[in-house]
């Protein structure tokens, strides 16, 4: 397989500003077409970019190799589910689904086809954090870490947003930056095997995590901090000194490396660290994050 037909499920802001784009311009790449849920905004981004607005999923999935997906994420799980089962590759959203059943259901469904996936974790794939935490990881030795991500997205001074994306909102920081925290956390320190969890003012989360092998971090995950205090941190602490996630600013190169991934996975059979199988256990992590903070 030299190109791969990529398909698009979505037509929201997401995947008009990143994903759309990212597939027409991509050079190993046949963009499709593109299926949503209102036929006029596929019918638009479609013609934007010189491809095809399907009006029927299926038929989407059948004239695809694999399929890119900027939908919310319970609406992303079962029609993954549907396209693996059709044999497409999955380029997924972050978080998979938001219950377990959910992303089990998914990542069942993708290793029965036996086809490749990726998770589009963004400091995954940008170059200067993926090569960053390349180079912890191989360093070792990390006694604690901690993952910050303060937005503003629906801050009260940060723009009615609300309206844009309605999961978001609904579901908060825990939800929508909580993958990427666990996304810089896990490959360094190990997989969760404890979650503590409390809330904290407007939807923002404190969580406190135990690793394999027993580090411990931190993760504090907002979308709803005042403009001014809003930030990225991410920090680890061991046996070579404190280490600070650089900063970094590529809009469109993550994407464009996620579709690379994910033809390496295709191609090779070899799994993509971020695959869906890594989705289901953030799934996993912040569903009991979410359980305490209820139970709090």
């Not at 009260?156 to 978001?168: E, F, K, L, N, T």
């Amino acid at each position: 397989m030299t190109r791969l037909r990529i398909g698009l499920v979505g037509t929201g802001p997401w995947a008009s500003a990143t994903y759309a784009p990212g597939l027409a311009l991509h050079p190993d790449v046949d963009f499709s077409g593109i299926w949503g849920r209102r036929p006029e905004a596929a019918a638009a981004l479609a013609a934007t970019h010189a491809t095809t607005a399907y009006a029927d999923v299926d038929e989407l999935f059948a004239a695809s190799d694999a399929v890119a997906f900027a939908v919310p994420p319970d609406v992303q799980a079962p029609l993954a589910e549907r396209a693996a089962a059709a044999g497409c590759h999955l380029l997924l959203d972050k978080p998979v689904a938001t219950t377990p059943d959910g992303a089990r259901q998914l990542a069942e469904a993708a290793g029965r086809a036996g086809v490749a996936s990726v998770v589009f974790f963004t400091l995954r794939f940008a170059a200067v954090t993926s090569a960053w935490l390349d180079e912890q990881t191989a360093t070792g030795g990390w006694f604690t870490g901690r993952a910050d991500w303060y937005g503003s997205f629906y801050a009260p001074d940060g723009g009615a947003a609300a309206s844009v994306s309605p999961w978001r909102a609904s579901r908060g920081g825990l939800w929508d930056v909580g993958p990427h925290a666990l996304s810089m956390l896990m490959p360094v320190l190990g997989d969760v095997t404890a979650v503590t969890a409390a809330p904290g003012p407007g939807d923002t989360a404190h969580l406190i995590l135990r690793h394999a092998g027993g580090a411990s971090s931190t993760a504090t995950l907002s979308l709803t901090a005042p403009v001014k205090c809003a930030g990225l941190t991410v920090e680890l602490r061991g046996t070579s000194g404190t280490v600070v996630l650089p900063s970094w600013d590529e809009p469109t190169d993550p994407f464009r490396r996620a579709v690379d991934g994910l033809a390496e996975a295709a191609r090779t059979g070899v799994a993509h660290p971020c695959d869906v199988r890594f989705g289901l256990r953030v799934t996993e992590i912040l569903a009991e994050a979410e359980d305490r903070i209820a139970a709090a």
